[in-house]
T-cell receptor, first 111, second 110 residues
């Protein structure tokens, strides 16, 4: 049973516009959420995280929003740049060391 | 700092063969992890080691064994490879909530 779902396998946006990547989770007990970015032939790299005590966390062009009642989080990238083209994974930290990932969304930012 | 390194980068095995995937980190992290990534799926945790001398099963441990050789190194062993184990394998390490990943090993089992 997938506990973390990213329902959009791909997203294409124009350079300079906003990219919004979405993620849903099933367990209301999850309390720490992360986004990872992955380029081809490389391992994922950490992007941004949010604890369940917050509803928003911002780091430069990247903002993560958490809606606990809807069990939904989203990653906003503004403005989007061609170098942001990658696969983005949503993840939840489950039992301290156990991290569960969504299937990923491939973002393409067109110049 | 090299971060997390994995060897080999690519490997092709025949069904029933065995092999060990190696992972090392130079960040002095206590926790280390092995994941597999299959097409259309996220990374799934195979095993993890919260500290030197301890290992625990993750979401998909069947068919694998691990060894935490020392604080730096965490190996993953396939005793009798099966085509279902064709995947990209990632090792990671952490000291807090953020995990640092290696570049991956692409394994094909024929």
């Amino acid at each position: 049973d997938q506990q973390v779902k990213q329902n959009s396998p791909s997203l294409s946006v124009q350079e300079g516009r906003i990219s919004i990547l979405n993620c849903d989770y099933t367990n209301s007990m999850f309390d720490y959420f992360l986004w990872y970015k992955k380029y081809p032939a490389e391992g994922p790299t950490f992007l941004i995280s949010i604890s369940s005590i917050k509803d928003k966390n911002e780091d430069g062009r990247f903002t993560v929003f958490l809606n606990k009642s809807a069990k939904h989080l989203s990653l906003h990238i503004v403005p989007s740049q061609p170098g942001d083209s990658a696969v983005y994974f949503c993840a939840v930290l489950y039992n301290n060391n156990d991290m569960r990932f969504g299937a990923g969304t491939r973002l393409t930012v067109k110049p | 700092n090299a971060g997390v390194t994995q060897t080999p980068k690519f490997q092709v095995l025949k069904t029933g063969q065995s092999m060990t995937l190696q992972c090392a980190q130079d960040m002095n992290h206590n926790s280390m992890y092995w994941y597999r990534q299959d097409p259309g799926m996220g990374l799934r945790l195979i095993y993890y080691s919260a500290s030197e001398g301890t290992t625990d099963k993750g979401e998909v441990p069947n068919g694998y064994n691990v060894s935490r050789l020392n604080k730096r190194e965490f190996s993953l062993r396939l005793e009798s490879a099966a085509p279902s184990q064709t995947s990209v394998y990632f090792c990671a390490s952490s000291e807090g909530d953020e995990q640092f990943f290696g570049p991956g090993t692409r394994l094909t089992v024929l």
